[in-house]
């Protein structure tokens, strides 16, 4: 157990809809990284958050958008999906933001849309 | 982009061999880490390696770190059916100033009993 956590697990949902993944990070850290994985492109990163505001930016679509909220928590928000959005997507967690910092990754939640 | 490329793409391997995978980068790095991901579940973190080491190792891991060619291995020693999984290396983006971390391609590795 990497002490992150994700909700919900699995996540079916139709074309054109909305969902929010949420993350809890690890205790004591600070930065919230969002991967999605996928068969054909692989791990891919999306975004990072650090203490509330975003630090890093990789391929993520503009129907999707993030946030770090106070307490830590961060939530991923994916809007007008599609059937190629179907993905695992993982939240991971690191104590700093520079490129040292081991990441803690959730067990994921595995979005399929139908 | 992956800036990674593992070398196989699967191995299949008895138990109580060793395996050995290959990773390849394109940038230059300030480290780079080696990371496990069981079928369908979230990544575990293995090792990290300085741009400054050549080896290191944990436990019956041992990675080597070639900067000058870009590349690293991990060599898994006496492997075990549980050691059956995907295993990713990653390399930090230096230029930006989060920490963002760029995953290979992957080696699947399945450990025959």
């Known amino acids: 157990d990497s002490g992150v956590t994700q909700t919900p697990k699995h996540l079916i949902t139709a074309t054109g809809q909305r969902v929010t993944l949420r993350c809890s990070p690890r205790s004591g850290d600070l930065s919230v990284y969002w991967y999605q994985q996928s068969l054909d492109q692989g791990l891919q990163f999306l975004i990072q958050?650090?203490?509330?505001?975003?630090?890093a930016k990789g391929n993520i679509l503009e129907r999707f958008s993030a946030q770090q909220f106070p307490d830590l928590h961060s939530e991923l928000n994916l809007s007008s999906l599609e059937l190629g959005d179907s993905a695992l997507y993982f939240c991971?967690?690191?104590?700093?933001?520079?490129?040292?910092?081991?990441?803690?990754f959730g067990p994921g939640t595995r979005l399929t849309v139908l | 982009s992956q800036q990674g490329e593992e070398d196989p793409q699967a191995l299949s391997i008895q138990e109580g061999e060793n395996a050995t995978m290959n990773c390849s980068y394109k940038?230059?790095?300030?480290?780079l880490q080696w990371y496990r991901q069981n079928s369908g579940r979230g990544l575990v973190h293995l090792i990290l390696i300085r741009s400054n080491e050549r080896e290191k190792h944990s436990g019956r891991l041992r990675v080597t770190l070639d900067t000058s060619k870009k590349s690293s291995s991990l060599l898994i020693t006496a492997s075990r059916a549980a050691d059956t999984a995907s295993y990713f290396c990653?390399?930090?983006?230096?230029?930006?100033?989060?920490?963002?971390?760029?995953f290979g391609t992957g080696t699947r590795l399945a450990v025959r009993p």
């Open positions: 940038t230059s790095i300030n480290n």
């Open positions: 991971a967690s690191s104590v700093g933001s520079s490129g040292w910092s081991e990441q803690f």
């Open positions: 958050y650090y203490n509330g505001e975003e630090r």
């Open positions: 990653a390399t930090p983006d230096g230029k930006s100033s989060g920490d963002k971390l760029t």
